[in-house]
């Protein structure tokens, strides 16, 4: 029963008012969308004081005037927005472990369940009717909006130095492109463009994202794996913004009808170099951009330093100096699959061998190795450059994804023919990689034969070290996870309560998950008799499988990370698998 049919029951019960009235409250309800506080409210038959107060002598919980209330705009950090429009819930106030929320309906535990475990805080309820939670909601929630607040434009304006910025200019012939071109050339939308890209350097974005809705245009940053609102620039300016990235990368600022991609080359004061891979996309209210930024500095090559466990490295380390087979790794966009796979090529990087990439794009160049970037306009596909790949006497091959059945074919040739092949695919778990490749149409005894390993992979959000503190999670919480009765004793959990340092997110960076799955002779006789992933897996566990949410786990018990981002990026089975 949802809290507003509980609520009418108990006021038609306590005759507060008629069923006549709670029937015709509900048809309002329907016509509405409201709650049935307001729809009760709006028709007379109640004041929404009477309903709080009502609620408040109903549950013996305190009331609560939210319209007399200072609200915390950092609270909406802690409890996210989704959360409470879940529970109708509302923080209002921290003390000592505890957190002051307002409620309408104080019996429901799975509220308590879900605050406590996503905060680490005990929850004091107070009451309040379902209509000024959602006010205040309303009110929490703008005055928590990051815009002007994270970055001011007018600011940043004046600040940014147009000239910490070198890039590459096309001409453009038209009327309307050069009256574009005159308007991206302004000082401020120079400026403003130079801020959003420099200030993205100076938060650790991977990306940026910029926006055109009917009235507004919205800057985000993705910042440990997690998008925010940045700044909202002046609806005006969003062509002239456009048209100012399309000429920093090369792109032709008179076609915005169509997708480009281009690439813009940075050095900033300092010397420093950066690279953004530009994607613009045309959508109903304007061109949608978005840059994903490729720091050469940042690249991460030494694989002790990536997040393997000791004997995971071992595994990968013995699998990719074998001097053929194919070894996998897999994972969603954005998940660190590229740097595990350039970590792995400059590791075998040496005088002795013939390396060659096919890369769409090419992220970083890497001294040694021969890179070529796929253009699929003219036929340059990661087939075809695997073909000519074989006949350029070879000893690793690295393909940026394997997508189709002639892409796999041909790296598992290349891989039974005395090569060793790197590659990507897209899928959940290792043992999944398997099934997909089966049902890509490569024979089972050619997989078996070619594959050495197969590697899953996540990035988990890292606790921030300038904040960190020690949090009480519920041991019945820990075993729902997959902690076993050994982890349990003495597990102690961490958490970011919030600071300057990670902009009061309690993330700052990010820690890889890794699964790590060699090709198993037991796995390859279940292979070849037909099995399922869930068998493979199940398979994989008993043969020693460290799986990702196992990962997860010993990042939790070491203080990394937490549980709400390992519940977060690794699937919902966990160590029970095993048992």
Same mark, same amino acid.
């Given at each position: 029963?949802?809290? *507003?049919?509980?609520? *009418?029951?108990?006021?038609?019960?306590?005759?507060?008012?008629?069923?006549?009235?709670?029937?015709?409250?509900?048809?309002?309800?329907?016509?509405?969308?409201?709650?049935?506080?307001?729809?009760?409210?709006?028709?007379?038959?109640?004041?929404?004081?009477?309903?709080?107060?009502?609620?408040?002598?109903?549950?013996?919980?305190?009331?609560?005037?939210?319209n007399a209330v200072e609200l915390d705009p950092e609270l909406g950090r802690v409890v996210t927005r989704e959360v409470c429009e879940k529970h109708r819930i509302i923080p209002i106030s921290r003390a000592g472990s505890s957190l002051i929320v307002a409620m309408s309906?104080?019996?429901?535990?799975?509220?308590?369940?879900?605050?406590?475990?996503?905060?680490?805080?005990?929850?004091?309820?107070?009451?309040?009717?379902?209509?000024?939670?959602?006010?205040?909601?309303?009110?929490?929630?703008?005055?928590?909006?990051?815009?002007?607040?994270?970055?001011?434009?007018?600011?940043?304006?004046?600040?940014?130095?147009?000239?910490?910025?070198?890039?590459?200019? +096309?001409?453009?012939?038209?009327?309307?492109?050069? %009256?574009?071109?005159?308007?991206?050339? +302004?000082?401020?939308?120079?400026?403003?463009?130079?801020?959003?890209?420099?200030?993205? =350097?100076?938060?650790?974005?991977?990306?940026?994202?910029?926006?055109?809705?009917?009235?507004?245009?919205?800057?985000?940053?993705?910042?440990?794996?997690?998008?925010?609102?940045?700044?909202?620039?002046?609806?005006?300016?969003?062509?002239?913004?456009?048209?100012?990235?399309?000429?920093?990368?090369?792109?032709?600022?008179?076609?915005?009808?169509?997708?480009?991609?281009?690439?813009?080359?940075?050095?900033?004061?300092? *010397?420093? %170099?950066?690279?953004?891979?530009?994607?613009?996309?045309?959508? =109903? /209210?304007?061109?949608?951009?978005?840059?994903?930024?490729?720091?050469?500095?940042n690249l991460q090559l030494d694989m002790t330093k990536l997040g393997f466990e000791k004997g995971q490295l071992e595994l990968f380390m013995k699998a990719i100096h074998n001097p053929y087979g194919m070894c996998l790794v897999t994972g969603p966009t954005g998940s660190?699959?590229?740097?595990?796979?350039?970590?792995?090529?400059?590791?075998?990087?040496?005088?002795?061998?013939n390396i060659s990439t096919a890369e769409d794009p090419v992220e970083y160049n890497l001294p040694g190795i021969n890179q070529v970037q796929m253009k699929e306009d003219i036929g340059l596909n990661f087939a075809a450059s695997l073909r000519s790949f074989l006949r350029? +006497?070879?000893?690793?091959?690295?393909?940026? !994804? =394997?997508?189709?059945?002639?892409?796999? !074919?041909?790296?598992?040739?290349?891989?039974?023919?005395?090569?060793?092949?790197?590659?990507?695919?897209?899928?959940?778990?290792?043992?999944?990689?398997?099934?997909?490749?089966?049902?890509? *149409?490569?024979?089972?005894?050619?997989?078996?034969?070619?594959?050495?390993?197969?590697?899953?992979?996540?990035?988990?959000?890292?606790?921030?070290? +300038?904040?960190?503190?020690?949090?009480?999670?519920?041991?019945?919480?820990?075993?729902?996870?997959?902690?076993? %009765?050994?982890?349990?004793?003495?597990?102690?959990?961490?958490?970011?309560?919030?600071?300057?340092?990670?902009?009061?997110?309690?993330?700052?960076?990010?820690?890889?998950?890794?699964?790590?799955?060699?090709? /198993?002779?037991?796995?390859? %006789?279940?292979?070849?008799?037909?099995?399922?992933?869930?068998?493979?897996?199940?398979?994989?566990?008993?043969?020693?499988?460290?799986?990702?949410?196992?990962?997860?786990?010993?990042?939790?018990? !070491?203080?990394?990370?937490?549980?709400?981002?390992?519940?977060?990026?690794?699937?919902?089975?966990?160590?029970?698998?095993?048992?």
């Open positions: 029963m949802s809290s *507003g049919n509980r609520l *009418g029951e108990l006021l038609v019960r306590e005759k507060r008012i008629s069923l006549a009235q709670l029937k015709q409250a509900q048809e309002e309800q329907k016509r509405t969308g409201k709650n049935i506080s307001y729809a009760l409210a709006k028709l007379g038959f109640i004041s929404d004081k009477e309903i709080t107060n009502f609620l408040a002598q109903e549950y013996r919980v305190p009331a609560m005037d939210l309906d104080p019996t429901n535990l799975h509220a308590f369940d879900d605050i406590k475990f996503l905060t680490g805080y005990n929850v004091e309820p107070v009451v309040a009717s379902e209509t000024a939670i959602s006010a205040a909601l309303d009110r929490m929630f703008a005055k928590a909006e990051p815009v002007a607040q994270q970055i001011d434009v007018d600011t940043l304006i004046g600040d940014i130095d147009a000239d910490a910025v070198e890039f590459g200019a +096309d001409e453009a012939d038209s009327v309307n492109v050069l %009256e574009l071109e005159k308007a991206s050339e +302004d000082a401020p939308v120079v400026r403003l463009c130079n801020a959003i890209l420099l200030n993205a =350097i100076k938060v650790g974005a991977s990306d940026i994202h910029l926006e055109v809705y009917e009235k507004k245009m919205r800057v985000r940053y993705r910042v440990d794996g997690v998008l925010r609102e940045e700044m909202s620039p002046p609806l005006r300016m969003k062509n002239a913004i456009a048209s100012r990235v399309k000429i920093m990368s090369s792109l032709d600022i008179a076609e915005r009808r169509l997708p480009q991609d281009g690439r813009i080359k940075l050095k900033v004061a300092g *010397g420093k %170099e950066m690279d953004f891979r530009v994607s613009v996309l045309p959508t =109903i /209210w304007g061109e949608k951009i978005v840059l994903r930024l490729l720091d050469k500095s660190g699959k590229t740097t595990t796979l350039y970590s792995a090529l400059a590791e075998l990087n040496k005088v002795t061998e350029q +006497d070879p000893d690793i091959i690295m393909v940026g !994804e =394997i997508r189709d059945f002639e892409t796999a !074919e041909i790296a598992v040739k290349a891989a039974l023919t005395g090569h060793m092949v790197l590659s990507t695919l897209h899928t959940n778990d290792a043992p999944s990689t398997i099934s997909r490749l089966l049902n890509m *149409g490569i024979e089972p005894f050619m997989v078996t034969a070619a594959t050495n390993l197969v590697l899953a992979q996540r990035l988990a959000r890292r606790v921030c070290k +300038d904040c960190k503190t020690e949090t009480k999670v519920a041991v019945e919480t820990l075993r729902d996870v997959g902690f076993s %009765e050994e982890q349990l004793q003495g597990a102690r959990m961490m958490r970011g309560v919030g600071c300057k340092t990670c902009n009061n997110t309690g993330y700052k960076g990010r820690v890889a998950l890794y699964e790590v799955m060699p090709f /198993w002779d037991e796995l390859k %006789e279940m292979v070849l008799q037909g099995a399922s992933s869930a068998e493979l897996k199940v398979s994989a566990i008993r043969c020693g499988l460290k799986t990702l949410r196992m990962s997860g786990i010993g990042k939790c018990l !070491e203080g990394m990370t937490t549980i709400e981002e390992i519940t977060r990026v690794t699937a919902s089975d966990s160590n029970k698998s095993a048992s």
